[in-house]
């Protein structure tokens, strides 16, 4: 099983829907979770933070499930501009030195948002 | 402005050559990150530096050097060694291992 995994999409839904991604997890001692949106030929920008509890911002919802190690983004209300990649991105600590620790990216879903 | 800026945007060189990636940033972090990416795929790991005078390995170091002697900066050099140099190269930093990282905007190194 991959490190982390997310469906690569391409997710296409018309303007006003939601969308819901899931990445999955393998490592349960994983401690940190972030999803980021990534523009075609740009740098990936932080999209949120994933707390244990949920959170919300905007249109955004983010939720982490310990027990089945994935953690999801949902978008309502879809707008044009949210045609994007999403990476999620999870920390755990790593074996090879105190203090080490690994970050892994999934390699992305791909959402278009079609008027 | 605080930020992470890296230089040049587009870089060429000439198989062989060892060439030098920029990546300066001016939030006080003490951790930064390169990491690479190929078309359609995802960020892989080159190195990281967790604080001043120390840096570790990632996933795909080979190839690779890096050095850090100031917190503000973290250069990179791709060394004839690399035998794939060709991608988008992106630097990040971040306040701590468990903070969320924060991107420069890439360079796109092309090797001819």
């Known amino acids: 099983r991959k490190e982390v995994e997310q469906d690569p999409g391409p997710f296409n839904v018309p303007e006003g829907a939601t969308v819901a991604f899931n990445c999955t997890y393998s490592?349960?001692?994983?401690?940190?979770f972030f999803w980021y949106r990534q523009d075609c030929r740009k740098e990936p920008k932080l999209l949120m933070s994933?707390?244990?509890s949920g959170n919300e911002d905007g249109r955004f919802t983010a939720q982490l499930n310990r027990a089945s190690q994935y953690i999801s983004l949902l978008i309502r209300d879809s707008k044009l501009s949210d045609s994007a990649t999403y990476l999620c991105?999870?920390?755990?600590?790593?074996?090879?030195?105190?203090?080490?620790?690994?970050?892994?990216f999934g390699k992305g879903t791909k959402l278009s948002v079609i008027p | 402005d605080g930020g992470i800026t890296q230089s040049p945007k587009y870089l060429f060189r000439k198989e062989g050559q060892n060439v030098t990636l920029s990546c300066e940033q001016n939030l006080n972090h003490d951790a930064m990150y390169w990491y690479r990416q190929d078309p359609g795929q995802g960020l892989r790991l080159i190195y990281y530096?967790?604080?001043?005078?120390?840096?570790q390995k990632g996933d795909i170091a080979e190839g690779y050097s890096v050095s850090r002697e100031k917190k503000e900066s973290f250069p990179l050099t791709v060394t004839s060694a690399q035998k794939n140099p060709t991608a988008f190269y992106l630097c990040a930093s971040s306040a701590g291992k468990h903070n969320e990282q924060f991107f420069g905007p890439g360079t796109r190194l092309t090797v001819l």
């Open positions: 994933v707390y244990s």
């Open positions: 991105v999870v920390i755990l600590p790593a074996y090879s030195g105190a203090g080490s620790y690994q970050l892994t």
């Open positions: 490592n349960s001692a994983s401690q940190s």
């Open positions: 530096s967790q604080i001043v005078n120390d840096f």
